[in-house]
């Protein structure tokens, strides 16, 4: 009995060690949080123009394009761009990205090649590299086959309060690793993030994308062709009647011998919902919202150029050809899964479906499935990994068949005997005799032995908007992105699989994720998991079962944020809306600055406010008739909307003062393209996750 006590003292002794070690770890967390919070604390009000200008400067000091050997792969990123050398059929290319770890947001403007021969990283410094970005787009150059090109992308102030497009073009020599940035004559497609770009013969095609606004993220499904050899922007006019893609963004564009081809996508639509679920009949009112929508549709882009004798900037005849949904397409449908082109297919790799979306959050599921869309047949197959074969080794009398085989056995024989009488031995004892055919050859050089590589038959853990890249039939997969609780995880790996031969997944490499600092449910659930465990050790010492596995379906903040549709089309929640305790009248409310009804922005007119705020001014309107005994329902739609208009319009000028106080300041500092995140209701910064 007392050493059962014994036991069980030390026991307690463990656990609360092990508490006191959590404790610990937790306060080091937090102080790593609060001193990020801290250093930036101004990434609010940071002059982006200015952040780029210190990039470019610092950039400026290389004095030449320098490679070099890292000791360890690039650091961990997502949104970035990853691509089998057009040049060099041992080299993979990997530039710019993100990393966002929970507090401050990351981005990267380096050129990182890996040589799958050597199993070596590389690199490349240049005074004329692109800005660090984000959500970029590459692709290799048709009849320029040994070139790279790439347009726009992003970048944000570390806490992603403000954020940057760009809508510059560039030229990747991949063979001297030079930059080059293109300006050209007339229109140019304007910035953008999350386009996607391929290549037919002399053109580079960009289509869609997404551009952010201070009041809406605003998909784009503009087309636009450049001409690499007359150095010039095509933006074909569509017939009004023909049908073309929606808008969209990170979808797949794949090269095809007469064009392109489209397939799925990402967007929010409008939709309309109640804006009072509680209230009934026509005074709930409505509201329209932008609701995630992951396309499964597919195009065809035809091209057909012009004729040889045109003038230099013709542009070729366009014309998109809806096709049929594909068949066998992953189900269900998945957003952020990635696509690379192999030989007149598509290889298309994980993906995130959303489940249910509650009060907490929206439940997602992640996929690791490995697929290939063949794009004439419009059909996908599923790829999975198999076993190699295991051929049986014969013994050495039965592989040597046929005339070959018993000349190679006479001469080893003879060999043999006179080796035996060169030692002065009978030609009995030649049997005994060990000969080296190759003796008289000579030596190669010895090869560089490669390091073993672990061999899985499982496909990389689930993730979305991983980097995808083939290159000699070998398929690689880079980063990703996955989400469980309020934590995003960036993956930072790499592996290789054979297409031809499926015969497992190599891990080239793969690192732990110790980069987050932001806040996570996990610690408040230890927590709460160590204060069941004492009570339970007090009452029994019960024992506790063994966790279970993390299920592959978790709830994601952002996916939360996304879930609120903060971001409207043109109206903003009417959830905060207050009404000041006294009014005068129903349609002349008097209102101060800070009363927390909706404010004007600056360099916005009175109807822009209203639209923005439509839905906000009916509920104060209809609040405050109900105040007075008065029946919304009384009046008619058209009246409730002009009473609520000459609300907006009086809270307008009220504020007109302080507003131009406000435009003056922003014109006087350049402020033009820097958007502000907190203005759509974003509050809860985005990171490496989101799908847009």
């Known amino acids: 009995m007392a050493?059962?006590?014994?036991?069980?003292?030390?026991?307690?002794?463990?656990?609360?060690?092990?508490?006191?070690?959590?404790?610990?770890?937790?306060?080091?967390?937090?102080?790593?949080?609060?001193?990020?919070?801290?250093?930036?604390?101004?990434?609010?009000?940071?002059?982006?123009?200015?952040?780029?200008?210190?990039?470019?400067?610092?950039?400026?000091?290389?004095?030449?394009?320098?490679?070099?050997?890292?000791?360890?792969?690039?650091?961990?990123?997502?949104?970035?761009?990853?691509?089998?050398?057009?040049?060099?059929?041992?080299?993979?290319?990997?530039?710019?990205?993100?990393?966002?770890?929970?507090?401050?947001?990351?981005?990267?403007?380096?050129?990182?090649?890996?040589?799958?021969?050597?199993?070596?990283?590389?690199?490349?410094?240049?005074?004329?590299?692109?800005?660090?970005?984000?959500?970029?787009?590459?692709?290799?150059?048709?009849?320029?086959?040994?070139?790279?090109?790439?347009?726009?992308?992003?970048?944000?102030?570390?806490?992603?309060?403000?954020?940057?497009?760009?809508?510059?073009?560039?030229?990747?020599?991949?063979?001297?690793?030079?930059w080059t940035r293109i300006e050209t004559k007339g229109k140019t497609p304007p910035a953008r993030s999350g386009h996607r770009m391929t290549y037919y013969k002399n053109y580079i095609i960009l289509f869609g994308g997404f551009q952010d606004t201070s009041n809406q993220t605003k998909y784009l499904n503009d087309l636009w062709l450049y001409d690499t050899q007359?150095?010039?922007?095509?933006?074909?006019?569509?017939?009004?009647?023909?049908?073309?893609?929606?808008?969209?963004?990170?979808?797949?564009?794949?090269?095809?011998?007469?064009?392109?081809?489209?397939?799925?996508?990402?967007?929010?639509?409008?939709?309309?919902?109640?804006?009072?679920?509680?209230?009934?009949?026509?005074?709930?009112?409505?509201r329209n919202i932008l609701k995630p929508m992951v396309h499964e549709d597919c195009f065809f882009l035809r091209i057909t150029q012009p004729p040889a004798d045109s003038p230099p900037n013709t542009p070729p005849n366009v014309r998109w050809e809806k096709r049929k949904k594909p068949a066998n397409a992953p189900n269900p449908r998945r957003a952020g899964a990635t696509m690379a082109y192999h030989k007149g297919r598509g290889i298309l790799f994980g993906g995130v479906h959303d489940v249910e979306q509650s009060e907490e959050g929206m439940d997602s599921e992640f996929f690791n499935q490995l697929f290939a869309w063949?794009?004439?047949?419009?059909?996908?197959?599923?790829?999975?990994?198999?076993?190699?074969?295991?051929?049986?080794?014969?013994?050495?009398s039965e592989q040597r068949v046929g005339r070959r085989g018993r000349a190679q056995a006479n001469e080893e024989e003879l060999l043999k005997q006179l080796a035996a009488l060169q030692a002065g031995s009978s030609v009995e004892d030649a049997d005994a005799m060990d000969i080296d055919l190759k003796a008289g050859q000579e030596p190669g050089e010895p090869e560089k032995p490669a390091r073993e590589m672990p061999?899985?038959?499982?496909?990389?853990?689930?993730?979305?908007?991983?980097?995808?890249?083939?290159?000699?039939?070998?398929?690689?997969?880079?980063?990703?992105?996955?989400?469980?609780?309020?934590?995003e995880y960036t993956f930072d790996d790499l592996y290789a699989i054979d297409l031809g031969k499926m015969d497992g997944?190599?891990?080239?490499?793969?690192?732990?994720?110790d980069t987050w600092v932001g806040s996570d449910d996990e610690d408040e659930d230890e927590e709460d998991d160590d204060e069941d465990e004492d009570e339970e050790d007090e009452e029994g010492d019960v024992e506790m079962p063994d966790e279970e596995p993390e299920t592959l379906i978790s709830p994601s903040k952002r996916k939360k944020k996304q879930a609120d549709e903060a971001s409207m089309a043109d109206t903003a929640s009417t959830a905060g809306s207050s009404v000041g305790d006294e009014e005068s009248e129903a349609d002349t409310t008097a209102i101060s600055v800070d009363d927390g009804l909706p404010h004007p922005r600056p360099f916005e007119?009175?109807?822009?406010?209203?639209?923005?705020?439509?839905?906000?001014?009916?509920?104060?309107?209809?609040?405050?008739?109900?105040?007075?005994?008065?029946?919304?329902?009384?009046?008619?739609?058209?009246?409730?909307?002009?009473?609520?208009?000459?609300?907006?319009?009086?809270?307008w000028w009220d504020c007109r003062e302080e507003i131009t106080a406000l435009e003056d300041e922003q014109e006087a500092a350049g402020i033009g393209e820097v958007v502000s995140l907190a203005d759509k209701g974003d509050s809860a910064p985005g990171g490496a996750g989101r799908r847009r």
């Open 3 to 178: 050493k059962d006590k014994k036991g069980k003292s030390e026991g307690k002794k463990a656990k609360a060690a092990e508490k006191k070690q959590k404790q610990e770890k937790k306060a080091q967390k937090k102080e790593k949080v609060k001193a990020s919070k801290v250093e930036g604390s101004d990434a609010e009000d940071v002059d982006l123009d200015a952040v780029l200008a210190e990039y470019k400067k610092a950039q400026e000091e290389f004095v030449k394009i320098t490679e070099t050997v890292c000791e360890a792969p690039p650091k961990p990123r997502s949104s970035a761009t990853f691509l089998a050398s057009p040049s060099n059929s041992n080299q993979l290319l990997l530039f710019g990205g993100e990393t966002w770890n929970g507090a401050l947001a990351s981005f990267y403007n380096d050129l990182n090649i890996y040589y799958t021969d050597r199993d070596e990283w590389h690199c490349v410094t240049s005074p004329n590299a692109p800005l660090p970005r984000s959500g970029h787009a590459w692709c290799r150059g048709g009849n320029q086959k040994d070139s790279v090109f790439l347009f726009g992308g992003e970048f944000s102030s570390p806490k992603q309060g403000t954020f940057y497009h760009y809508n510059d073009f560039w030229r990747l020599e991949p063979s001297t690793r030079e």
């Open 230 to 286: 007359n150095f010039f922007w095509h933006s074909p006019t569509l017939p009004p009647a023909q049908l073309k893609p929606d808008a969209r963004s990170s979808f797949t564009f794949l090269p095809h011998e007469q064009g392109a081809v489209l397939f799925g996508g990402y967007s929010r639509v409008k939709a309309t919902v109640s804006a009072n679920k509680s209230a009934k009949g026509a005074s709930q009112g409505q």
């Open 374 to 396: 063949n794009i004439e047949r419009n059909r996908f197959f599923p790829l999975t990994l198999r076993k190699p074969r295991v051929q049986k080794k014969n013994a050495p």
């Open 455 to 487: 061999v899985s038959m499982e496909l990389p853990h689930p993730r979305f908007n991983a980097q995808l890249a083939v290159q000699d039939d070998i398929l690689y997969i880079y980063g990703g992105t996955y989400e469980a609780k309020d934590r």
């Open 505 to 513: 997944c190599k891990q080239v490499f793969k690192r732990e994720d």
């Open 605 to 651: 007119s009175r109807r822009d406010f209203f639209n923005r705020t439509s839905n906000e001014w009916q509920e104060i309107l209809m609040t405050s008739l109900r105040w007075k005994g008065i029946q919304p329902e009384s009046l008619t739609i058209k009246e409730i909307k002009t009473k609520a208009f000459e609300l907006s319009e009086e809270k």
